[in-house]
């Protein structure tokens, strides 16, 4: 996410009720932009939110999130964590995470199998020119 970094984008699902996508998306940002030396923003309409996709199409809004500086917990740590807490806030949150072709889903409560994919999902965004991995992320 630093020094040419993918940027990551976050997509909130909500099974197709736009209002409460945009409500939980605006609040996502809010949480984040919140955090010391991270940037967050909105996906831009016009643009896809995701490879293979022409556009965010009607009702769909996404975040984009990266790392304005270095600090003292790799950002993907920071990030899983701050959606993680954000999504055990109420029942039924949960975060699309994409950088570059690799995604993952995150909810407020993982288990043990999702906690070893993002695990591995952090190690392959490292790989990928992503934020750096943490073996005691998540």
Not at 37 to 58: E, I, N, R
Not at 72 to 89: F, N
Not at 95 to 100: C, D, I, L, R, S
């Amino acid at each position: 996410m630093r020094n040419g970094g993918t940027p990551w984008t976050l997509a909130v699902p909500t099974g197709g009720d736009t209002l409460r996508q945009e409500r939980l998306t605006r609040d996502l940002h809010a949480t984040l932009h919140a955090t010391e030396g991270l940037v967050v923003g909105f996906h831009d309409a016009d643009k896809p939110t995701q490879p293979g996709h022409k556009g965010a199409g009607v009702g769909e809004v996404a975040l984009w999130a990266a790392s304005t500086a270095a600090v003292a917990r790799p950002t993907s740590q920071v990030l899983i964590t701050l959606i993680k807490e954000w999504c055990a806030k109420e029942r039924h949150r949960k975060v699309v995470v994409t950088v570059g072709d690799d995604s993952i889903e995150i909810t407020g409560r993982p288990d043990v199998a999702q906690e070893r994919m993002v695990r591995e999902f952090q190690d392959r965004v490292a790989d990928e020119g992503g934020p750096e991995p943490d073996d005691g992320a998540v």
